[in-house]
């Protein structure tokens, strides 16, 4: 029983994990809290139940819902981001939780306010291994989250953009003295976070087969929560954080009740703010963020 | 005055609360992201000293907006160790814990919400919203006001002159989750409900929508921000199901043109100008 809702918190932590990851390269890197990645996981939900619907074939329909959140993020990086630079740090959280409200309201409109059952599509297949249960589906999730965390942790730490990028992340006017192309390197930023929450909103509607406009609220938010206690700016943070908060959830619900989730979630996140601010594996700020 | 028009002014008033209680630890560079959770103290202390002890709800009502000021300064003082986004962070859960507490403890109702006998009619709420505009007004005028700008503009420079930093920040901060408790102890008896799934995170995070989108810079943007919020979806309901949308691409492109906001220190400035000199050519 205990090891069986590990095993579910780990795979709902997976999904934590990529949102927890995009929040990161986001605030590590920009210095931005993007409130819009809610929006942009709700859309990769969303926009592929749409296409399927249509009648698309799901390869079409995926890669349309990674094409509309990229495309949208480019959207918040010109109009939320962009003008803000230089004013209060807190103005582009207004704007970007503006496109959060516009993006959950269009798909209102569309789709009406319904949960819509998203269909399966992978057979409901089990893996058993001793007492414990594994669908094929969440095992496929948490890999393919486990396979992009460790290809961004490559890319950032061996390729020349990923050199750029920290480069920003550790001082942005040293870096544009440096030579580092910033106009084109901060929206493949907005890109990468719009995609991996993109890609959490798809592994979501896989799972547990269900889509709404509001669904992006919640896991987003934990997704905030995740990057706080694993480390604000440290992808590997982000990924402990991640698999904490889903742990977290899932022995909760089923040890106490469904209500007491928040308090131990954000019960946790309160304890390490207050404790340790720098999170788990975080570095102690070295300059004031937001 | 029409059921519907006073409806929406009722609305307002609580919007104008909550978004003062927003602007003063803001106003000091702290961003509150949590004061959905202080509301919901207000509320269901108030609420439960008036059902459970009989008391009067004049008695209740400040005894809620203290309890709520009082969970501020304790919570402010381990919270405000932490700076910028994190504390934003750490207020955040602190709200999102509080209405959780709220909503399993069964002595007020849990997730079933908690029905609050007193009432207090409109213009109550009315008069306790004016109240607060004028305690902000009269709290700009003093010195605390410039403390509080001067620990946002450059706190090392702040705590050279003498200030007290940490002092300032606890109180600007512990003030407002008083001003939070305030609006919700009405809240509770204006619309004899209270339920803790009120008190959620969009609330807060919207409150700071007010305010940023009024501006921080005067006094009067929290006021400004909350009527725009309040009362423009209204005059769009004609377009009904489109209106949070259009509202929403508004935010975006008003954010994007003047990101410090509606009313500002040089606007007030300006319009003080031409008005000093319309009455001189009356003269």
Known sequence: MLAQQIVNGLMLGAIYMLMAVAFTLAIGV???????????????GMVAYGFIKLGWPTVFAFSAALAAAALVSLLVERFAYRPMQGGDPE????????????????????????????PALVPDLNFRFGGLVIGIAQLGSLVLSVLLVLWLSWFLN??????????VAENRDTAVLMGVDTGRLVPMLFI????????????????????????????????????????????????????LIGLAEVLSISFIGADVVNITVYGLLLLILIVRPQGLIGRPATREKL | MSGYLTGVLVVLAFNVMAAYAVYLPLAAGQLNLGIAGFMAIGAYASAFLTNEYQWSMWA??????A?????????????????????????????????????NLEVVGGAAGYPVTDYVGPYGVFAAAIGV???????????????????????????????????????????????AGFGGAFYAHHYNFVEAQHFNVLLSVFTVLYVLFGGTQTVWGPLVGAAFFTLAPELLRASDQWRYALFAIFIIVFMAMRPQGLVTTSLLRFTRRRTATESEEAA
């Open chain 1, 30 to 44: 920009l210095n931005f809290l993007n409130f819009s990645l809610p929006g942009l996981f709700m859309l990769g």
């Open chain 1, 91 to 118: 103005v582009p959280l207004v704007s970007s939780l503006g496109f959060l409200v516009l993006l959950e309201n269009l798909m209102l409109i569309y789709f009406g306010s319904d949960q819509q059952a998203f």
């Open chain 1, 158 to 167: 061996s390729t020349a953009t990923g050199r750029c990028i920290r480069t």
């Open chain 1, 192 to 243: 990468a976070s719009a995609l991996l929450a993109a890609v959490a909103g798809l592994l979501f509607a896989v799972n547990y087969q269900q889509v709404s406009p509001f669904m992006g609220e919640g896991v987003g938010f934990k997704g905030v929560a995740a990057m706080i206690v694993g480390g604000m700016g440290s992808i590997w943070g982000a990924v402990l954080g991640g698999l």
């Open chain 2, 60 to 65: 209740a009502i400040p005894v809620g907006s």
């Open chain 2, 67 to 103: 309890l709520a000021g009082l969970t501020g300064l304790l919570i402010g003082i381990p919270v405000l160790r932490t700076h910028g986004i994190y504390l934003a962070m750490a207020t955040f859960a602190l709200g999102q814990v509080i209405s959780a507490v709220f909503l």
């Open chain 2, 133 to 179: 505009v004028l305690l902000m007004l009269y709290l700009s005028r003093t010195r605390f006001a410039l403390y509080l700008t001067a620990v946002k503009s450059d706190a090392t420079v702040a705590d050279l002159m003498g200030i007290s930093v940490r002092g300032i920040q606890v109180a600007a901060f512990a003030l407002g989750a008083a001003v």
